[in-house]
């Protein structure tokens, strides 16, 4: 979950970390006993010694998992078929030697076949099954997972930093994009449920943008345009504004909004929510998966509270999460708090006004920053997904 830029009551780039897949937002409801060991061991601490060791294989795992994403090796298994080490080395520009170690991992670890498994090395045809083909490769498909090992490697990246940060306070530095890229783990969430699903089981805020005159919305923290696009995709006849203080994310949303031929009515600034040139503009206001990354979040809903038009209303959607803390926690919980731990709050903590939220963001504390903000009524959305909260704000 990539925080927000420090500082900024309402813009930003949008959290990147994974959305939770179904299998995160399951697990036994919390007991009180603590949960530290691998299933059929009793000794407990065998058990958590054995925990660690699959843990260190599933992080070894999430490893080679961003050497095939940053390397395409696995669109080129896709793209290509069936590869020795020497064929997938030369589809990929890559070292052969290398190449031959990942593929023996992978096929090991069981996310690709072998044909002959007792062949000489350099004559091993390795295969991707096209059931796999979803997480892996296909950046549509809203099960897609393969950015999970590149954000997992850039959150280690200021490790060191952060053990200073707890020792001192503040922040570490904020990580520079390259050379992983700009991640854009919500696109196909976006893309494909965001204006067919989401927002048209909020009756109100659906039939405002279907009516006339056309509905004017305001997308905060909006990143590289994902949630913008998909809305104007959705409602042809509205136009969007998104808004994000990071002047290089502003210029690749504003290419992604020519690709998706909605450039006419979406357009993309770096501004600041709060400015007064913006206030009374839009009949809706939105937050994706950002609230809980900016440091001042009753200030970043005081703002979008100002942008409205009378009868207009703020959707939030951000990190679902119990709505108590328990122990032990469901997986979704463990996931929310490691995020937090290592990427979302060490983002926040730099601010001297900083709420230091962190990824955990419950429906109390939502309740409690919008009425801080000024905002009469907030609604907890009844929209089924494994990863978010939906609120709708009134003022």
């Not at 076949?113 to 991707?128: E, F, I, K, M, N």
């Not at 203080?245 to 770096?270: K, M, P, S, Y």
């Not at 703020?314 to 990190?319: R, T």
Request: charged share 20%; hydrophobic share 45%; glycine share 10%.
């Amino acid at each position: 979950m990539e925080p927000t830029t420090a500082g900024s009551p309402a813009t930003g780039p949008p959290a990147t970390g994974p959305p939770a897949t179904g299998a995160l937002a399951t697990g036994a409801p919390a007991t009180g006993a603590p949960a530290t060991g691998a299933p059929g061991l009793s000794d407990p601490t065998e058990a958590l010694a054995e925990r660690l060791i699959q843990a260190q294989i599933g992080a070894f795992e999430l490893y080679a998992l961003y050497l095939g994403e940053r390397l395409g090796l696995y669109r080129a298994l896709t793209d290509g078929g069936p590869a020795t080490s020497a064929e997938l080395a030369a589809r990929t520009g890559t070292v052969e030697r290398y190449v031959r170690e990942w593929l023996e991992h992978q096929a090991v670890s069981g996310l690709l076949t072998v044909d002959d498994v007792g062949a000489d090395p350099l004559d091993r045809r390795y295969t991707l099954p096209l059931e796999y083909v979803p997480v892996l490769v296909d950046r549509e498909d809203v099960r897609y997972g393969g950015y999970v090992g590149v954000d997992l490697v850039r959150a280690a990246r200021p490790l060191p930093q952060l053990v200073e940060a707890f020792r001192h306070g503040g922040a570490p530095p904020r990580l520079p994009w390259e050379p992983e890229g700009r991640a854009e783990v919500n696109r196909a969430l976006f893309l494909n449920l965001l204006g067919t699903q989401w927002l048209p089981s909020i009756p109100p805020v659906d039939q405002r943008l279907r009516a006339s005159p056309p509905a004017r919305v305001a997308d905060l923290a909006c990143g590289s345009g994902w949630s913008s696009i998909s809305m104007a995709l959705a409602y042809p006849e509205i136009t969007v504004t998104g808004l994000d203080l990071d002047r290089d994310v502003i210029e690749v949303a504003t290419r992604n909004a020519a690709a998706a031929g909605v450039e006419d009515r979406v357009e993309f600034i770096v501004a600041d929510a709060s400015d007064p040139g913006l206030a009374g503009r839009f009949d809706l206001v939105t937050i994706f998966e950002a609230l809980h990354d900016m440091p001042r979040p009753v200030a970043a809903l005081s703002a979008a509270h100002a942008l409205l038009t009378g009868g207009g209303s703020v959707v939030i959607a951000d990190e679902r999460a119990s709505d108590e803390f328990a122990v032990p926690g469901t997986p979704r919980d463990r996931h929310n708090y490691g995020w937090s731990l290592v990427s979302c709050l060490p983002a926040v903590m730099g601010d001297p006004q900083t709420e230091a939220t962190g990824a955990v963001l419950r429906p109390a504390t939502v309740k409690r920053f919008a009425a801080a903000a000024g905002f009469g009524t907030v609604e907890v959305l009844p929209i089924e997904t494994d990863f978010w909260w939906f609120y709708r704000l009134l003022p």
